[in-house]
C-alpha cells in the first residue's frame, strides 16, 4: 500500500505550487492542459519507417513496442490477492482508478484542479480513490494525501524533447504501474481524463477487465477551429479512441456535449453533462505581505484575470480594450496572471502600445498569490474564445467579485446576465468596455450581482454534489459489467 509521504497532508496542501509546474521537459511551455501549441512544424512523428503503429498503444519506437508487449504478455502473478478477497466476501471500500497526466502539486493547467476536487469528494462518498499520474521529476513516487493515494510515474522518455513522445512514453509507464498495483487493489471501475491517457485507459480495460469512464474535458477540433494539421489529426484520433472505447462519456457543459456529440456522432445515451466544481478558499484578510511580489497599485481598481496564456484565453481582447477603458478610468490597470507559449508575445504588444504601467503580464502565481488578488480586484473576467467550462470563473465568484466572461462555450451555463455576472462578446473589446464600465460605475449593482454569483456557486458547483452525480454513472457501469460477466 502507499504510505505516507515525506509530507503530511497539510503540507502538501501547503506546498508552494511553483516548485511543481517546471519541469525539466524542453515542451513544457508550449502545453496548455490538453493542447500543443509549437510554432515551428512537429518533428517528422507520422511517417518515419522505423516507427511502428500497435492498435492499442497507437505510434511509438520499436523500443516503445517491445516495453509495451512485456508489459501486457507478462502482468504481475500477485492478482491471486485480488481473487482471493473477492472469493472470501471481504467487503472493503470500492477502488476507482482516476488517471490524469496532471495532479496537484504539479499544475498545468485548469484538469488538475478537477480531478483533485473529484477525488476529494469520492473519497468523502466511500471510495478509496487511486491517482496515477505524472511526476515531473521532484515529487515523490507514493504519496498518501487528504485520503487520496497518489502514484506518480515517469516516462519512459522522461527527457524526451518530443511532447508526443513523452505523453507515449508516460502511458507505458502508467500501464507498468497499474498492472503493478493490480496485486494490492481491485479496481472496480477506471476514470480517465482526457486524450493524454487515452492509450493506457484503453489498454488497461481491456486487461484489467474492468468498465473505464472517460471525460472529456476539450477537444482538439474546438480549440483550434477545426483540423488543420498532423499534430491535431492526431490528437482528434487519440480523442475519438478514447470516446469510442469507453464504457460512458462524462462532459462538463451544454457546449461540450454538443461539441463530442456531433464530433464523434456519440449516442445520447453514452454521455452524460457533470460540471466542474470550486472549493471555497480561504481568501486573506490583508493583501499587503502575499501581494508583495505583485505590482498592485494603491488607490486603484484593479481588473484581474487567470489562465493558461494561449490564444483561446482571448487576453489579447483585454490588451486592445485597455487603452480605451484606462483613457476613460484613469484608476484602472489590469493584472494577467498565467504561463503559456503567448506570453512573451502578449508582453510585447503591451510595451509597443506603452500600456506597461497599466497592463501587467505577471506570469505564473501560487494559490496564495491568486486568492490575493482575487481579494484585491474590483472586477474579475474571462474574455476567452473557446471555453468548455471554466473553473477560473467560479473561483472570481465564490470569492465575491463581480466577473465578466464571454458569452461561449460552457461560461454561457455559468452566469445569467446582470444576475450573477455579466456577458461580453467573445474576442470583441467594445464589448467588453461597456460591462466593465457598467460595473466600474454601479458599485451598488456590482457588488449585488457578486453577492447573487456567490450564494449560486455555493448551491450548484459544490465538488461533493459533483462528486455524487459521478457516483450514479460509476454506480451504473458497475452494475452493466457485472451483468456482462453473469452473462458471459
Same mark, same amino acid.
Given at each position: 500500500?502507499?504510505?505516507?509521504?515525506?509530507?503530511?497532508?497539510?503540507?502538501?496542501?501547503?506546498?508552494?505550487?511553483?516548485?511543481?509546474?517546471?519541469?525539466?521537459?524542453?515542451?513544457?511551455?508550449?502545453?496548455?492542459?490538453?493542447?500543443?501549441?509549437?510554432?515551428?512544424?512537429?518533428?517528422?512523428?507520422?511517417?518515419?519507417?522505423?516507427?511502428?503503429?500497435?492498435?492499442?498503444m497507437g505510434m511509438h519506437s520499436e523500443r516503445d513496442s517491445s516495453e509495451w508487449l512485456n508489459l501486457c504478455n507478462n502482468p504481475p502473478l500477485a492478482n491471486s490477492i485480488v481473487c482471493s478477497k473477492k472469493a472470501n466476501g471481504?467487503?472493503?471500500?470500492?477502488?476507482?482508478?482516476?488517471?490524469?497526466?496532471?495532479?496537484?502539486?504539479?499544475?498545468?493547467?485548469?484538469?488538475?484542479?478537477?480531478?483533485?476536487?473529484?477525488?476529494?469528494?469520492?473519497?468523502?462518498?466511500?471510495?478509496?480513490?487511486?491517482?496515477?499520474?505524472?511526476?515531473?521529476?521532484?515529487?515523490?513516487?507514493?504519496?498518501?494525501?487528504?485520503?487520496?493515494?497518489?502514484?506518480?510515474?515517469?516516462?519512459?522518455?522522461?527527457?524526451?524533447?518530443?511532447?508526443?513522445?513523452?505523453?507515449?512514453?508516460?502511458?507505458?509507464?502508467?500501464?507498468?504501474?497499474?498492472?503493478?498495483?493490480?496485486?494490492?487493489?481491485?479496481?472496480?471501475?477506471?476514470?480517465?481524463?482526457?486524450?493524454?491517457?487515452?492509450?493506457?485507459?484503453?489498454?488497461?480495460?481491456?486487461?484489467?477487465?474492468?468498465?473505464?469512464?472517460?471525460?472529456?474535458?476539450?477537444?482538439?477540433?474546438?480549440?483550434?477551429?477545426?483540423?488543420?494539421?498532423?499534430?491535431?489529426?492526431?490528437?482528434?484520433?487519440?480523442?475519438?479512441?478514447?470516446?469510442?472505447?469507453?464504457?460512458?462519456?462524462?462532459?462538463?457543459?451544454?457546449?461540450?456535449?454538443?461539441?463530442?456529440?456531433?464530433?464523434?456522432?456519440?449516442?445520447?445515451?453514452?454521455?452524460?453533462?457533470?460540471?466542474?466544481?470550486?472549493?471555497?478558499?480561504?481568501?486573506?484578510?490583508?493583501?499587503?505581505?502575499?501581494?508583495?511580489?505583485?505590482?498592485?497599485?494603491?488607490?486603484?481598481?484593479?481588473?484581474?484575470?487567470?489562465?493558461?496564456?494561449?490564444?483561446?484565453?482571448?487576453?489579447?481582447?483585454?490588451?486592445?480594450?485597455?487603452?480605451?477603458?484606462?483613457?476613460?478610468?484613469?484608476?484602472?490597470?489590469?493584472?494577467?496572471?498565467?504561463?503559456?507559449?503567448?506570453?512573451?508575445?502578449?508582453?510585447?504588444?503591451?510595451?509597443?502600445?506603452?500600456?506597461?504601467?497599466?497592463?501587467?503580464?505577471?506570469?505564473?502565481?501560487?494559490?496564495?498569490?491568486?486568492? =490575493?488578488?482575487?481579494?484585491?480586484?474590483?472586477?474579475?473576467?474571462?474574455?476567452?474564445?473557446?471555453?468548455?467550462?471554466?473553473?477560473?470563473?467560479?473561483?472570481?465568484?465564490?470569492?465575491?467579485?463581480?466577473?465578466?466572461?464571454?458569452?461561449?462555450?460552457?461560461?454561457?451555463?455559468?452566469?445569467?446576465?446582470?444576475?450573477?455576472?455579466?456577458?461580453?462578446?467573445?474576442?470583441?473589446?467594445?464589448?467588453?468596455?461597456?460591462?466593465? =464600465?457598467?460595473?466600474?460605475?454601479?458599485?451598488?449593482?456590482?457588488?449585488?450581482?457578486?453577492?447573487?454569483?456567490?450564494?449560486?456557486?455555493?448551491?450548484?458547483?459544490?465538488?461533493?454534489?459533483?462528486?455524487?452525480?459521478?457516483?450514479?454513472?460509476?454506480?451504473?457501469?458497475?452494475?452493466?459489467?457485472?451483468?456482462?460477466?453473469?452473462?458471459?
Open positions: 500500500m502507499v504510505a505516507e509521504g515525506s509530507r503530511n497532508s497539510d503540507q502538501v496542501s501547503k506546498l508552494k505550487l511553483e516548485e511543481c509546474t517546471h519541469p525539466s521537459q524542453p515542451w513544457i511551455d508550449h502545453v496548455s492542459t490538453y493542447s500543443y501549441y509549437e510554432k515551428e512544424p512537429y518533428p517528422v512523428l507520422f511517417t518515419n519507417k522505423d516507427r511502428v503503429v500497435n492498435p492499442i471481504i467487503k472493503e471500500r470500492p477502488e476507482i482508478l482516476l488517471l490524469a497526466w496532471e495532479y496537484p502539486p504539479h499544475l498545468v493547467g485548469g484538469l488538475a484542479k478537477h480531478v483533485h476536487g473529484l477525488s476529494r469528494g469520492l473519497h468523502r462518498l466511500g471510495y478509496k480513490v487511486i491517482v496515477i499520474t505524472a511526476n515531473p521529476g521532484h515529487l515523490v513516487d507514493e504519496e498518501l494525501m487528504e485520503g487520496i493515494h497518489i502514484y506518480r510515474v515517469k516516462s519512459f522518455h522522461a527527457n524526451n524533447h518530443h511532447f508526443l513522445e513523452w505523453v507515449n512514453g508516460l502511458n507505458i509507464a502508467i500501464v507498468q504501474k497499474a498492472l503493478e498495483l493490480s496485486a494490492l487493489y481491485h479496481f472496480a471501475v477506471m476514470h480517465a481524463h482526457d486524450w493524454l491517457v487515452s492509450d493506457s485507459a484503453i489498454s488497461l480495460k481491456l486487461y484489467l477487465h474492468i468498465p473505464l469512464i472517460s471525460t472529456i474535458h476539450a477537444t482538439e477540433h474546438g480549440r483550434n477551429k477545426g483540423i488543420y494539421t498532423e499534430l491535431q489529426k492526431y490528437i482528434h484520433e487519440k480523442e475519438r479512441q478514447l470516446i469510442n472505447k469507453t464504457d460512458h462519456i462524462i462532459v462538463c457543459s451544454d457546449y461540450m456535449n454538443v461539441e463530442v456529440m456531433e464530433l464523434f456522432e456519440v449516442n445520447d445515451q453514452k454521455i452524460s453533462i457533470i460540471p466542474n466544481g470550486v472549493e471555497e478558499n480561504q481568501f486573506p484578510e490583508c493583501v499587503g505581505e502575499i501581494g508583495a511580489s505583485m505590482p498592485l497599485q494603491v488607490n486603484k481598481r484593479l481588473i484581474f484575470s487567470i489562465g493558461r496564456i494561449v490564444r483561446e484565453k482571448g487576453f489579447d481582447t483585454l490588451i486592445e480594450a485597455a487603452r480605451l477603458i484606462c483613457d476613460r478610468f484613469h484608476d484602472v490597470y489590469f493584472i494577467i496572471a498565467g504561463k503559456g507559449p503567448m506570453l512573451d508575445e502578449y508582453r510585447s504588444r503591451v510595451k509597443q502600445a506603452n500600456l506597461e504601467n497599466k497592463v501587467f503580464f505577471v506570469g505564473f502565481v501560487t494559490e496564495e498569490i491568486k486568492s =490575493a488578488l482575487y481579494k484585491a480586484c474590483t472586477i474579475a473576467v474571462f474574455p476567452s474564445k473557446y471555453e468548455p467550462f471554466g473553473i477560473v470563473a467560479l473561483e472570481a465568484m465564490i470569492a465575491e467579485k463581480p466577473t465578466i466572461v464571454s458569452n461561449t462555450g460552457g461560461l454561457k451555463g455559468i452566469i445569467q446576465h446582470k444576475e450573477t455576472g455579466l456577458f461580453m462578446t467573445p474576442g470583441d473589446a467594445a464589448s467588453f468596455i461597456d460591462q466593465a =464600465a457598467f460595473f466600474l460605475e454601479n458599485k451598488a449593482e456590482a457588488q449585488k450581482i457578486a453577492q447573487n454569483g456567490k450564494r449560486m456557486v455555493e448551491k450548484e458547483f459544490g465538488w461533493q454534489k459533483i462528486a455524487i452525480e459521478t457516483k450514479k454513472i460509476f454506480d451504473q457501469v458497475m452494475m452493466n459489467q457485472e451483468l456482462i460477466d453473469i452473462q458471459s
